[in-house]
C-alpha cells in the first residue's frame, strides 16, 4: 500500500509538477475541496486523517519517497480522507490531469501508482474508513440493499445495528430520526440521507459527478459486466471516447460469484468482485467515464446520433454496445418479495456470508454459479442444501464443481426437487421444498436461501428498437435472417456485422445477446470483439 520511490522515479515525476513547501498543520489534501492533485513527500512527512474526525485522527503516515491517493485520483470522485503535514514538509504537486498521462504512459510508475491506489481502497473498504455511516437493521431488506450499492462500488462504510447498539438513542437524538427513517446514512458528522435510493446515493457521494452527459460520445456501453467492461477497456485504449452505464454497480451477474476458478490466466481463481473492481478501474485508467445507479430505460432509435434515456436525462452516441446482461429467475414462490434482502440473495459473495456462519443454507440451482456458491458458503456454514430440479448436475455444471460438491461432507445435493414454501416474519426463517418423483415434502429452519435459477434478459426497453428472439435475448449477426431485416427496414447495402443488431451501429454482447455463451471468458471476448466492429462502423 506505501512504496517508496526511488530518486530515479521521483525524478521523472518532476517532469509533471512542481516542488512546494507545506507548513505544520497545513491541509494538503482537502476532501471537500474540487481540486485533487496527487503529491509525493520529497521532505519530511505527511499525515492521513478520517474524515469528520475531531480532533483529527491519523490512521497512517507518509514519509520520504512515498505518496498521497487511492482511486479517486483515477475516478476523479470526491476524497475519502484528509492529509495534512504533520511537520514542515517539501512536497512535489502533480495535477491530476497530468498523473492519468503518467498512468498511461509510464509503464513501471503507472503499476506502482495504480497498484497502491487499489491496495489502498480495499483497505479503506475492509476497515470502513470513510465518511459514511449506515444505520439500521441486519433484517432490513433496504439496508441489505444499501450495503450491497456501497460493497459493490468500493465505498468504504461502517454499519451501526439499531438491535445490537446500546446508545442508539444518542444517536437518534443527535441526528434527529427515528426508526421509522432507517435506514439512515451518516455523513461527516451530519445526516445525510433517509432510506435514500441508489440514484440518491450515488448523486450524494458525488459517484458520478465528475461525467460530462452533454457531448455526443463515440459509444456508450450499457452494462458493466464482464462484456460490458471489456469493451469499455478496449474502446478507450483504443481512442474512442467511451461512457459505460451501469444500473446498479459493476461486475453484472459474474459478481455473484465468490470465486472463478476456470478463468484463463488465473490458476487459484479470482472472485467476481475483485475481477469487476480491477476491469472498472483499468477503463478509468485509459479514460472511459462511469456511470452508476442510472439504468437505461428508453433507446431512442429513429435518428442518429442516437440517444439512450436514462432516469436523469438523455445521453447522445454515435455507436451502442449492449451488454445489459440477465438477471436470476425468481422463485415460483407465495410471498418470495417478503423476503429478499432479508434471507433471499441473488449473490452469494463475503457480504451475504456474514449472515449465515455456523448455520444451515439453501443454495437453488444447478449452474456454475450455484456451485460456486455451494462450495464457498460450505466454508462457514453449519450445512448446506443444494437444489436442484434436474435429475443431475452433469449437463449444467462443470466437473471440477461437482466432484467438490460430491467430496463435502457439508454440502447435501437434492435432485429432482423445488422450493415450495417460504415462512418467516420479518425475515425468513422456514424453508420447503418438495420432490417431484416422490412428492415428498420438507420443511426445515433455515433463514438463509440463495437463489441462482435460469437468466432473464435486462431487454425490456429495447424491444421497440431491435429483434429479439422468444426469449427476449438480443438477435445480432448470422442470426437476423433477411425476412427480419427487411420488415424492420435495415437501411444499408450490407448485411449486419458479427454482433451487430438490426439496427446499425448498436452490439450486443455478452449475456443479453441470443445464443451467447453464459461464459465469463466468453463475454470479455465478444466485448473485445466488438471495439473492432465499432471502428469499423464508425469509419463508414
Not at 465518511?131 to 468500493?154: C, H, M, P
Not at 451475504?352 to 440451482?365: L, T
Request: with cysteine.
Amino acid at each position: 500500500m506505501f512504496p517508496t520511490l526511488s530518486e530515479q522515479q521521483i525524478s521523472r515525476l518532476k517532469l509533471h509538477g512542481p516542488v512546494r513547501y507545506v507548513s505544520f498543520g497545513e491541509i494538503v489534501v482537502d476532501p471537500d475541496s474540487d481540486v485533487r492533485n496527487f503529491f509525493v513527500v520529497i521532505d519530511g512527512k505527511l499525515a492521513l486523517n478520517r474524515i469528520g474526525s475531531d480532533p483529527a485522527l491519523p490512521f497512517a503516515y507518509l514519509s520520504p519517497g512515498m505518496f498521497t491517493g487511492e482511486l479517486t485520483m483515477v475516478t476523479g470522485r470526491p476524497g475519502l480522507v484528509r492529509i495534512t503535514a504533520e511537520e514542515k514538509s517539501t512536497v512535489l504537486e502533480i495535477p491530476r490531469d497530468s498523473l492519468l498521462e503518467v498512468l498511461k504512459t509510464d509503464s513501471e510508475l503507472g503499476n506502482i501508482l495504480l497498484g497502491a491506489f487499489i491496495s489502498r481502497r480495499l483497505s479503506l473498504v475492509e476497515q470502513g474508513i470513510g465518511e459514511v455511516v449506515l444505520v439500521g437493521s441486519n433484517n432490513s431488506q433496504d439496508a441489505f440493499r444499501i450495503k450491497d450499492f456501497l460493497t459493490k462500488n468500493y465505498q468504504p462504510y461502517s454499519f451501526v445495528d439499531v438491535e445490537a447498539d446500546e446508545d442508539m438513542q444518542e444517536l437518534f437524538d443527535k441526528f434527529q430520526f427515528g426508526l421509522d427513517d432507517l435506514p439512515v446514512v451518516i455523513g461527516r458528522s451530519s445526516l445525510l440521507l433517509r432510506n435514500p435510493s441508489n440514484i440518491e446515493l450515488a448523486n450524494k457521494l458525488g459517484l458520478n459527478e465528475a461525467v460530462d452527459r452533454e457531448h455526443v460520445r463515440d459509444l456508450i456501453v450499457v452494462g458493466a459486466g464482464p462484456a460490458g467492461l471489456a469493451a469499455a477497456v478496449y474502446g478507450a485504449s483504443e481512442g474512442l471516447d467511451v461512457l459505460v452505464l451501469e444500473g446498479n454497480a459493476p461486475g453484472g451477474q459474474a459478481s455473484s460469484s465468490s470465486r472463478i476458478e476456470n478463468y484463463l490466466g488465473f490458476p487459484l481463481g479470482i472472485s467476481g468482485y475483485e475481477l469487476a473492481g480491477n476491469a472498472f478501474t483499468q477503463a478509468e485508467k485509459f479514460g472511459a467515464d462511469m456511470l452508476v445507479a442510472q439504468r437505461a430505460k428508453c433507446l431512442k432509435c429513429d435518428r442518429r446520433p442516437y440517444q439512450i434515456a436514462t432516469d436523469e436525462g438523455l445521453l447522445s452516441t454515435k455507436a451502442i454496445i449492449i451488454a445489459a446482461g440477465a438477471e436470476y429467475r425468481r422463485l415460483p414462490v407465495d410471498g418470495l418479495s417478503r423476503f429478499e434482502g432479508a434471507g433471499v440473495y441473488y449473490s452469494a459473495t463475503h457480504l451475504e456470508a456474514q449472515y449465515c456462519g455456523g448455520e444451515k443454507v439453501v443454495v437453488v440451482g444447478g449452474g456454475n454459479a450455484a456451485g460456486q456458491a455451494a462450495i464457498f458458503l460450505s466454508e462457514t456454514a453449519r450445512m448446506v442444501y443444494l437444489v436442484v430440479r434436474s435429475s443431475s448436475l452433469e449437463s449444467s455444471m462443470s466437473r471440477y464443481l461437482i466432484q467438490r460438491i460430491e467430496n463435502s461432507s457439508k454440502i447435501e445435493l437434492l435432485t429432482d426437487t423445488e422450493i415450495s414454501k417460504l415462512d418467516g416474519n420479518d425475515r425468513l426463517e422456514r424453508v420447503e421444498w418438495r420432490n417431484n418423483k416422490t412428492g415428498e415434502t420438507k420443511a426445515q429452519d433455515v433463514q438463509h436461501l440463495f437463489s441462482m435459477i435460469g437468466a432473464i434478459p435486462n431487454s425490456q426497453w429495447l424491444e421497440k428498437c431491435l429483434i429479439l428472439d422468444k426469449r427476449d435475448f438480443v438477435k445480432t449477426g448470422p442470426d437476423l435472417s433477411d425476412q427480419e431485416l427487411k420488415a424492420w427496414n435495415w437501411p444499408l447495402k450490407r448485411g449486419p456485422l458479427l454482433l451487430e443488431t438490426s439496427l446499425p451501429g448498436v452490439f450486443a454482447v455478452g449475456d443479453i445477446r441470443s445464443g451467447s455463451v453464459k461464459r465469463v471468458a466468453s463475454a470479455v471476448g465478444e466485448g473485445s470483439i466488438a471495439i473492432s466492429l465499432v471502428h469499423r462502423v464508425l469509419a463508414e
